[in-house]
Each structure stands twice: as C-alpha cells, then as structure tokens.
C-alpha cells in the first residue's frame, strides 16, 4: 500500500489545523481498505462519500478486536498486542506491522509532553502486565528505558526494596525521573515508603486493580498516592491495546489530546449521535496511528469531553469488560 508509509511518516507533522483533514484521508482510505470496517460500514448503510467531517464519522466498536482481525491491508504481523483480562474473558488483539513505528511515535508523543527522555531514568512496576505478557504498555516502556539510557534496570515486581534502592540512587544524581505503576502496584508500594522519599518524581498510574484491591474513585486514590510518594500530582497515560497513540494526564485526570489521538463523546442511547464539542458520554477515539487497523474506534469508556479538546475518563459502561487501561471508576 503506497499510501500509508507517506501518510505515516507524516504524523510527525500533523497540527489541531491539519488533524481534521488528515482524519478524512485516512478514513476514506480505511472505509475502502479494510474489510472489517468497509463491511459495518456497508451493514450501517454509510456512503464514506458523504462523510464530510469528524462528526460524521461511524466508529467502529472496540469489541471487534475481540472477534476479527482488523487490518486496512494484509500483512504478516510482527507482533500481537493482547490486552489484559482474565482466563474467563476473551483478549482484544492488535496485529501490528511494524513496532518500531509504535515505539518511535510513543516516544515521540512523551516527549512532546515531557521532554527528552535521554538523561532520565524511567522505572515501571507493572507486575499484572509482565506476567500475562503481549503487552503494548510493557514494549512501550521498555522502549523508554533504552531510551533514556539508563544503567540501572528498570522494570520491578514485587521486589520494592530494590526499586526504592535505584530510585534513591537516581535521585542522588540528580536525574529526571518517571514511574510507571499499575494502580494496585502503586498502592503496595504507598504503604512502604517513608513520607516525602519520592519527592519530586513524576509518577503515573496505569489503571487496573486487577482484582487484587476494592475499587477507588479517582480522587481517593490520587489523594492517597500524592500524600504517601510527597508528590504534587498523579499523572496518567491514556492508552490501550486497541490504540497506538497515548495521551497524558499531568494531574487531576484531565487528558490533553495528542498530536494523533483526539476524542469525540457520542450519545449513551444514540450512538450514532456525535458531538465534537463539550459533552459528557461514550468515547470515541480517533487514532491516527492506527494507519494499519483502524483509526475510528467506539470504546467502551465513559467521559467527558471540554471546550479545549482535553478529557476525562469517568468510568466504563456496566457490560464492558473491567480491564486496566487507566479507566478509574469515577
């Protein structure tokens, strides 16, 4: 497919003037390409032709990762992003050609809101993550810790004292440094450390109890965590293994939309009905990066979209799966 190695390569430069009309192109490419796609488009009786804006976009539902494979051409996949769940729940797949792509944009969208990466020091404690393996989270921070460079190792399970112990040594080098943590991961750790030991690092929280703690509000538990690490702020990634673009939280759950991935908020009981203003429902994402699969996805998040185009997660519908992707109940 000779268009989409030049419209990859071109998401570097895509501006909020351009995403719109970049949107459009890949959708009518996609619409036409990619049979899972073309064929619900069909089963709406949606003419792409008259689709002239964001809002008339039809959105796939996430849930066909689950049961088709989704892809705007054929290839053989270099790697299969699956997403997290239990042995009873069936696991959304991702086929994707070419990781390297993934790797280099998501380190090119952290950087775009956190700077460079090379001289920091990136740690994740994403136990649940390493241990059900194909995961797009632990490939993307694997990537940021070769990134940065950095000598001491970076992912942890359960082993907190190590980890306190390189923190410590980061910190004594006056190095930048991020944590990544799956929820219930982090709150172990919070009952650990001593008041004011993590001062100064940014950390994120990915979501997810997994099962292994009571459901918390996202208030209550960035309350928790900032009062226990002696930090400002909680931040978040918005990302999952449907999606190759991320998009961040620097404190109180609200997400700036990335250069490639901007959220639309559909009607509860119309999901047809699409708004590109300020509104609270379903969220639908538009993801640039998904050249390869599918860039207009229905998921089952619940949100709430404001005038500046940043979001925020409120929860997940009450039929979804429970899946930790950075989706507190709120």
Do not use: W
């Given at each position: 497919m000779a268009f989409l190695p030049?419209?990859?390569?071109?998401?570097?430069?895509?501006?909020?003037?351009?995403f719109e009309a970049a949107a459009l192109e890949l959708f009518r490419f996609q619409a036409k390409e990619n049979q899972v796609y073309g064929e619900y488009l069909s089963f709406l009786n949606r003419d792409p032709k008259n689709v002239e804006s964001l809002d008339q976009i039809p959105f796939l539902p996430i849930e066909f990762f689950k049961t088709h494979q989704v892809t705007s051409h054929a290839f053989t996949p270099k790697t299969v992003f699956l997403s997290s769940g239990t042995t009873l729940q069936q696991r959304s797949q991702h086929l994707v050609e070419d990781?390297?792509?993934?790797?280099?944009?998501?380190?090119?969208?952290?950087?775009?809101?956190?700077g460079p990466l090379k001289e920091a020091v990136v740690f994740a404690l994403l136990p649940s993550y390493l241990e059900q393996g194909d995961s797009s989270l632990v490939m993307m921070i694997d990537h940021f810790i070769k990134a940065t460079g950095q000598?001491?190792?970076g992912f942890y399970l359960k082993n907190h004292q190590e980890l306190r112990q390189a923190i410590a040594q980061a910190q004594v080098e006056h190095k930048t440094i991020y944590l990544f943590g799956v929820t219930y991961a982090l709150l172990d750790l919070a009952e650990e450390v001593n008041k004011g030991e993590f001062a100064g690092l940014t950390i994120f929280e990915t979501g997810g109890m997994k099962g292994?703690?009571?459901?918390?509000?996202?208030?209550?538990?960035h309350q928790e965590l900032t009062e226990a690490f002696g930090v400002e702020a909680i931040h978040s990634e918005y990302g999952m293994?449907?999606?190759?673009?991320?998009?961040?939280?620097?404190?109180?759950?609200?997400?700036?939309?990335?250069?490639?991935?901007?959220?639309?908020?559909?009607?509860?009981?119309?999901?047809?009905?699409?708004s590109t203003g300020?509104?609270?429902?379903?969220?639908?994402?538009?993801?640039?990066?998904?050249a390869d699969s599918c860039a207009f996805l229905e998921t089952k998040d619940l949100g709430k979209l404001y005038t500046d185009g940043s979001f925020e997660v409120l929860g997940r519908f009450d039929n979804s799966d429970i899946r930790g992707c950075n989706l507190l109940v709120g």
């Open positions: 030049e419209y990859k390569s071109n998401l570097s430069s895509i501006t909020p003037d351009t990781p390297i792509f993934y790797c280099q944009h998501a380190q090119s969208l952290f950087e775009e809101t956190y000598q001491q190792e292994r703690r009571r459901e918390m509000v996202r208030e209550e538990l293994t449907e999606l190759l673009s991320q998009a961040y939280s620097k404190g109180q759950g609200i997400f700036q939309p990335s250069r490639t991935l901007h959220v639309l908020i559909r009607d509860v009981n119309d999901p047809f009905a699409i300020p509104a609270s429902g379903g969220l639908n994402v538009i993801d640039l990066a998904n």
